[in-house]
């Protein structure tokens, strides 16, 4: 008997270690919440299979069936019927949590529903990486899936390099494929002013041009390309834009920079800076001395007119208003500024901004808006009710979620996707500096060093992509892939897995990049760090 039931014991065992072995496993980012697999069965897509749409949720099945054309190779997108019963299922059903979405596969078709639209997109989404990684075969199973974050961002900065409407579909594109929902637009910096005002033509006329770029680092001797550069959107292009954006269920948070990081809107304005200097569209990296005058009602005048044309064309609740990198030596010299200062009580010039940026906040809360900013907009003192971007590390967003301000976290040192992903540097180009390796960003937990009063504030994280030393998409391509694997984890799937998992994963996402056309970085499949 006991010899029985150590074979018994034996054979379980073994059995346990092949189905273990033999365990089927998706290769998707990010990680569902959820997921059940049969041993075996796969239910295979083709370009002829169906896509029913149960309740008039057409979009998602829409962008699905295009992406589907381009990895059939088919001239004819999938067909989109009301009824029938063989195929892929979508519907909507409301106890489902918001962008949240459940799929079966069985051997009678694929079903997914969506706590929304957006929710039904998701669920396509991770289709989609099912299908293109794995011949069309879906393996049989069940999976549950919502975020952890409602927002999940990416910036681009098209200011320092300005990237046509394509590219930035293209980049919207990568977003949408790895479940992120907001794309932050740095269009205003003072490298370029790169949309269109009408209000104000010169804006575009002479403050999207820069003389030349610098070359290289800047170091001594310093030396510039000698060709003149520029670009900007048109209205018509932010519109057509926005509404691609938003097929894809993406938010887009305009930045309209302010008082800082505003050259070239003072190069076609003068009378936006305290003394009205001619300055040039500037032709350096970094942070300038010339800023708007906050002393000045013109200035406020300007900034609300160019806010309502924005307002036109961005529904986006939250407006991005910058306030970063402002430093004060004009406004110590300007005698609006230091009259406004009496005339409101203000201590300091910090006190100043804290003026201009609450106030900017009225007019966006008057219309029905809400201000988001970089964290410099705690230095002078913030409102209740703004919404803080925490880029200088983590301290500035913990202390204000502890206030009970909402908080995106995107701390430079582990957000910064225009940083090099390697120690070495080799084969990665001229970047701006830093150092953020895939498996650092892995490795992040946003909620670090918080409070579960604080962690409430926090709304979502965000990568960013500067742009001074990126002049292609195929740069910032390449720099946001295979990182952004790594970051929509973050975002979408706090509990993470091991190393190992996301390796295997990654590989095969490599290979999903690689049929939808996006250039990927090598290194983190090398090795290297
Ligand atoms: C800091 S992050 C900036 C940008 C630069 C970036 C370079 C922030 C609010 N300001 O103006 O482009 O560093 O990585």
Avoid at 108 to 125: M, S
Avoid at 170 to 176: K, S
Avoid at 210 to 225: A, C, I, N, S
Wanted: proline residues 4%; glycine residues 8%.
């Amino acid at each position: 008997m006991k010899q029985l039931s150590r074979i018994a014991f034996v054979a379980l065992t073994m059995i346990l270690m092949i189905s273990e072995l033999y365990a089927r496993e998706l290769n998707v980012v990010p990680e569902p919440a959820y997921v059940d697999l049969e041993a075996e069965g796969d239910y295979l897509v083709t370009e002829k299979t169906r896509i029913i749409v149960v309740d008039e949720m057409w979009n998602p099945a829409e962008r699905f069936a295009e992406d589907m054309m381009a990895h059939f190779g088919s001239e004819r997108p999938m067909r989109l019927t009301k009824h029938g019963n063989k195929g892929i299922k979508v519907r909507t059903d409301s106890c489902i949590a918001a962008e949240g979405y459940e799929m079966t596969v069985s051997c009678d078709g694929i079903l997914i529903i969506g706590g929304d639209e957006a929710g039904v997109y998701y669920g396509l989404q991770t289709l989609r990486q099912i299908l293109v990684t794995n011949e069309g075969r879906v393996p049989y199973g069940f999976i549950a899936d919502e975020p952890s974050f409602s927002y999940r961002g990416a910036h681009l900065d098209v200011a320092r390099h300005f990237f046509s409407v394509e590219d930035v579909k293209t980049y919207i594109d990568i977003l949408a494929a790895h479940k992120l929902n907001r794309l932050h637009w740095h269009l205003t910096d003072d490298q370029g002013w790169r949309i269109e005002i009408k209000a104000y033509p010169e804006l575009t006329e002479l403050g999207s041009m820069r003389k030349e770029t610098l070359v290289g680092h800047g170091l001594e001797p310093k030396w510039w390309d000698g060709t003149p550069y520029g670009g900007y959107y048109t209205q018509e292009e932010i519109r057509d834009v926005v509404k691609y954006a938003a097929e894809r269920y993406i938010t887009i948070i305009p930045e309209i920079e302010m008082p800082g990081h505003a050259q070239a809107a003072l190069h076609a304005l003068p009378w936006l800076g305290c003394n009205e200097q001619k300055v040039e569209v500037w032709t350096m990296w970094g942070v300038t001395p010339e800023v708007m005058c906050a002393g000045k009602e013109t200035t406020y005048t300007f900034l609300e007119n160019v806010l309502k044309e924005v307002i036109e064309l961005f529904p986006s609740e939250l407006i991005h208003i910058g306030g970063d990198e402002c430093p004060k030596d004009r406004w110590k010299e300007c005698e609006h500024c230091q009259a406004m200062m009496k005339a409101q009580g203000l201590e300091n010039e910090e006190q100043l901004q804290g003026y201009l940026v609450a106030r900017i906040e009225q007019f966006l809360i008057k219309n029905g808006r809400r201000m988001i900013g970089w964290d410099e907009i705690l230095d002078g003192g913030v409102t209740e009710t703004a919404t803080v971007m925490s880029w200088r590390g983590i301290k500035g967003g913990i202390y204000a979620a502890e206030r009970g301000n909402d908080v995106v976290m995107t701390p430079m040192k582990l957000c910064y996707l225009n940083f090099y992903q390697t120690e070495s540097r080799e084969g990665e180009g001229l970047q701006i500096g830093g150092h953020i390796p895939f498996e650092m960003i892995y490795a992040w937990d946003p909620y670090e060093g918080m409070s579960d009063e604080a962690k409430r504030h926090i709304i979502g994280v965000q990568c960013n992509m500067w742009s001074e030393y990126l002049k292609s998409m195929d740069w910032v391509e390449v720099m946001l892939l295979p990182r952004l694997g790594a970051m929509c984890e973050v975002q979408w799937a706090v509990d993470r897995r091991d190393e190992s998992t996301i390796r295997r994963k990654m590989e095969s996402m490599r290979k999903f990049y690689e049929a939808c056309g996006w250039r990927c970085a090598p290194y983190y499949f090398d090795g290297r760090k």
